[in-house]
């Protein structure tokens, strides 16, 4: 299970903007997110840098892909009430593909959710990181392992 309520730099300066300016730069809703992971190398201050977490996810050469928001979230998002934050999670199992390369994809440690489809597609300047937060129990990914997250295990939370 993934818990996070961790924003990314630049999404907290676009979120911001939205509600006060009207202004939507870094801020994208569902057919336009992705859900990727990274792996142990990234640690979670270097992941909040768009600059630093692409350089640690799983290259889509080695049978990894990147779930789209909009395929695995269609719930609406839980009102907090009291010291229950907002939330909302997967409704729909997600599916990063099997390691085809022979080293696998080492440890995934943790996601993230961003503007871009693929990290090579898009490139670091142009893929705007949103969320990010780590899994409980990272997961070594060798060749010809899967990477699913179940149903209702993927959670965002608003503080």
């Not at 190398?41 to 990147?66: C, F, H, K, M, W």
């Not at 489809?117 to 899994?135: E, I």
């Amino acid at each position: 299970m993934a818990l996070t309520g961790a924003k990314a730099d630049n999404f907290e300066t676009g979120l911001l903007n939205y509600i006060f300016l009207g202004t939507t730069t870094n801020v994208h809703t569902g057919t336009n997110l992705w859900v990727g992971l990274f792996t142990s190398n990234a640690g979670v201050p270097a992941i909040a840098d768009a600059a630093q977490y692409a350089a640690y996810e799983p290259d889509s050469a080695n049978g990894y892909q990147r779930v789209q928001v909009s395929a695995a979230f269609s719930t609406v998002a839980a009102n907090g009430a009291g010291d229950l934050p907002a939330s909302i999670s997967n409704d729909a199992l997600m599916d990063f593909g099997t390691s085809t390369n022979s080293a696998g994809w080492g440890s995934v440690t943790g996601f993230f959710i961003t503007t871009g489809a693929n990290a090579q597609a898009n490139g670091v300047g142009n893929d705007a990181m949103m969320y990010y937060g780590t899994f409980d129990t990272p997961r070594i990914v060798s060749t010809g392992d899967s990477v699913r997250i179940n149903t209702t295990n993927l959670t965002i939370k608003e503080k």
